[in-house]
């Protein structure tokens, strides 16, 4: 018996995207948000190790390896993206325009 094959013959890497909408980062969707289109994208925990986050919607960390969303305007640039709870993106429309932090939360 031969052993199993997992690589591909030819050397040929993946495309990036493919027909579907699926590249190398996950699934991306377009959302309308404030009467402007937003990129939206899960980030699954294993993808964010060693990084933290706060979310704009409650003003509160996201710690390392934990599953996330990330959304941008759809013309926006990097410097757009902004990293949501999954939970506070889809509560985005209910939440209020001022978030006030706990006392012990830290500034930055």
């Not at 964010?48 to 704009?56: L, S, T, V």
């Not at 390896?65 to 990330?70: D, F, Q, S, T």
């Amino acid at each position: 018996m031969s052993p199993r094959h997992n690589r591909p013959r030819g050397g040929e890497n993946p495309p990036e995207r493919d027909s579907a909408g699926v590249d190398r980062f996950g699934l991306e969707r377009t959302e309308e948000w404030q009467g402007e289109d937003w990129k939206v994208r899960q980030v699954s925990g294993a993808s964010a190790q060693g990084k933290r986050y706060r979310c704009p919607g409650c003003d509160q960390e996201i710690p390392s390896g934990v599953p996330h969303v990330v959304a941008w305007p759809e013309y926006g640039g990097v410097d757009d993206r902004r990293h949501w709870h999954k939970a506070c993106w889809n509560a985005k429309d209910r939440r209020t325009s001022k978030v006030q932090r706990s006392r012990n939360a830290p500034k930055y």
